[in-house]
DNA sequence: TTGTACGCGTTATCAA
DNA sequence: TTGATAACGCGTACAA
């Protein structure tokens, strides 16, 4: 930060007080025509630029949102970030980028710099290894707004917007067994994140719907990559082959991913022998060697609407915490063995286009 | 911004004056060990988190970056920003991230808020649409420090960091030139920007070099995404067929892949009717139909570096504007003929396991 | 070791 | 319509 031009550089040039250049400046209704126009004139040409800092102090408001993300290599986030600097932009905030790279101390370490920035809220994604959110409770109980997004904390007065998880889960297995498949295996994700919890409830609620035997050896923590499903598939593939699942439901794709290089390399195939589906619908789904059968989540609404709400939260006090879903879709391509789609590569890998 | 705790808060329940308070927090010297864990402990108690933008007023630092990005959702960018985050974190410092969406008016709105909000610098990659650079030149002009990525632009007071997008465009080229094929199409990205130009500049050396004819008709402006290439490739296609190139350089993988659909639906295959390569290792790029040959390119160094630079730019006024090059690799695979690389699914699917 | 006065650049408030 | 003064929360410089 270098010196710069102030009101008074501006005021002293043209002989005013600087009430009445900060008065033009912003475009208030008691200053006349003429002096305002000399004044952003010469604003102009001194090269004027307002400092955004000195009027935060004043007005104790920074139009800054701070954004907290596990990953911002995941392709669920840059299109989630991009709906938020959609809504943001509009609404005249800026967006503070941080991230976690899953890692609760430097979560919190983060969470405490925004909240030295006097952001005016706070869109967050939880970190894999936070189990305790204390850093979230304390800036919620200090009055900052913070509303989470896909991956939430529930019940500590945030709101919060995510996909229907349990839900989605709930239809991509019940999918499987209206196909005839019984025996099915779930790779899930880490037990305290709330999409992993609500993407095993949904998929528990589906066998119990069906009456499905319910063995649990067949659910099995793979985590959110692809070394994590390939590991607990292999375990899967470890137990006697009468017990092997028919169907796998993974966590999300990258896990799905890990899964069919386990599965391929066995030399079983895929839906013949183990019917497979994935979450989230990763660009490089429709591209693997069996195209998989996944949920579509509409990140970039996911981050529009979370922004909306968080503005919402800042601009009315009175605006109330609640957890809003954003609806995704079966996506149904090869892998689950359920329709006619063509596993020609041709038409899988461009029907995108 | 609500109204929070202060270093006057602290000092009256303590009956100290503030600066004995903002010595004890600051770790500064002289300063008692008792009364410095008396503070300590009321400011955790009372739950102070220290205004830096009162701070950053009195300091004429905001230990703030602010980051410039076309288009969020490339995959060079989040890789990129990860990067930089790396980075800045470990120096003290936060981004304020802001995308122009390839629009040059949201590109200097986006630029004159980051100058407002007095960042004390700024890394950019520009917008497609932005010919002038004029918003660049007044802040650089201002004492603001800039460091272009990606997209560059020279000679205007800024270091750089960039891929050796010419050598590499050289290079790609000269390696379907060494494998006899001699009528080579290129289908170049927007004229304006550096990356587009420097590898058709690369490209052109290339052909020069091996005394390669040069057809004009074989250079098409195909923009940076899918359906450009795709446009452009037909347009190569509606030649007569004796002029048909024998080979493909895009610009990046994004229009690759638009080409490679082109190619695909005449009929025709890859490589042995025409060969084709792309330009920046989309994450997708190996599971195409034809895997691709391309370059890769290390987005995640591009930030660091650039990160760096810009933070020694800021740290040591004396740091001499450069252009940095990091430099990128070939990555061969089916889709140039080139090779033994095996196009068996399995196989092109998973090697990056 | 601790405290006081002042300034950073802006806006709100009240007075002219 | 314009101006003077205080205030936002903190650090620097100097005094006690």
New interface residues.
Partial sequence: ????VTLKNIADTLNLSMMTVSRALNNKPNVDEETKEKVVRTAREL?Y??????K??VI???H?IG?MVPE??HSF???A??GI?EVV?KEGY??????SAEDAK?EIS?I??L??????GILASVAESDTEYKIYK?VI????HVVFFDRCVYNIGASCVSINDEESAFKITEHLINHKYKRIAHLSGPKSISIAKERLKGFLKALKKYKIVYDNRLIIEAGFH??GG?NAMNKLLELPKKDWPRAVVAVNDPAAF?AM?AI?EKGLRIPEDIALVGFSDD??AE???IPLTTVKQHAYEVGKAAAQKLIAHIQNKKESVENLIVKSELVIRNSCGCNDYKNN??ES??NK?
């Fill in positions: 930060m270098v010196k710069r090269g630029f307002p400092n955004q800092i000195a935060s102090l104790a408001k920074t800054t954004v911002i290599t986030f840059p299109e970030i991009k600097e932009y800026n967006i503070i980028l941080t991230h430097r983060a405490e710099t909240a030295s920035r006097r952001v005016d304390q109980n200090m009055g900052l692809e070394t390939y890990g290089k391929l660009i490089r591209l693997m060697p590569l041709y890998s461009f286009f």
